[in-house]
């Protein structure tokens, strides 16, 4: 592990969007929002964010591939994805990082599509329906699966 831990905090589909998607499921704050949030709470905790967002199910897959060799730590709002995607659930057993699903609302109080989630066997934890504050949970969440708060 590295001095500074280095986290990946990797967002998935459509949350891009956030502030003007369903603002009374996501809230109205903005993805730039959040991951100025998160930059702030990591410094305090002495990690480092690397911070990002795609739409592409491959891309997600690559990203988290790579983080194996380059971070300490995997935070995933895989979105949608979380609901479809064994190619993710693989990608994150192979990555062999502590890692965090995390979901701005809580799936358990929406449709019923939503209530199962392929990652949830493969993370260390879940953080759900606490909004845009469930970033920081998470990170505060990390620091203690990586050492940081040692």
Known sequence: MAERPDILVL???????????????YGSDTLTDIEAMCQERGEALGLGVDFRQSNFEGELVTIIQQARDSHDGIILNAGAYTHTSVAIRD?????????????????????????????????????????ARGYVLALEAMAGLVGADE
């Open 11 to 25: 967002n998935g589909p459509n949350l891009n969007m956030l502030g003007v998607r369903e603002p009374t499921i």
């Open 91 to 131: 990608a994150l057993s192979v990555a062999e990082l502590p890692a965090i699903e995390l979901h701005l609302s809580n799936t358990y109080r929406r449709e019923e599509f939503r209530h199962h989630s392929y990652l949830s066997g493969v993370v260390d934890g879940i953080i759900a329906g606490f909004g």
